[in-house]
């Protein structure tokens, strides 16, 4: 018997991947969400932060928004930003902090605007250092 489930992680033009893990966390809008083998079903949305994988070696991807359904053993993962942190350039890191700081400054976003720029200048610190 296996403890491990399928997860893909879809973008609207491509499929960015698919393999057999051993327990993938999410960040959600109702927190760091841990997912193994046999987990409930869900469905919930995605806020910036960091999926990370667990297999045979550790898997990490940046993610501004999104939604994930899991049901039968299978997480599904639909999102446009999926950036696999292995090959996510620094300075491309530094300038969307950068651009995403000065945002800021707009006094027109409602608070879930702040809540997700707030998020999403930490994740970006996170992966900078």
Do not use: C, W
Request: charged share 25%; no cysteine.
């Amino acid at each position: 018997m296996t403890d491990m489930f399928t997860i893909e992680i879809i973008s609207p033009d491509q499929s960015i991947l698919k393999q057999e893990v051993d327990e993938v966390t999410i960040p959600s809008y109702e927190g760091q969400m841990g997912i193994l083998n046999n987990h409930i079903p869900l469905i919930t949305f995605l806020r910036p932060g960091i999926i990370t994988i667990k297999a045979k070696a550790e898997k990490k991807f940046y993610v501004e928004d999104g939604t994930v359904e899991f049901s039968n053993n299978n997480l599904l993962i639909l999102t446009s930003t999926a950036r696999d942190l292995a090959n996510f350039d620094k300075a491309l890191v530094n300038d969307l902090l950068k651009k995403t700081e000065s945002q800021l400054n707009n006094t027109n976003f409602t608070d879930k605007d702040r809540y997700k720029i707030s998020y999403k200048i930490e994740t970006l610190r996170e992966i900078s250092q």
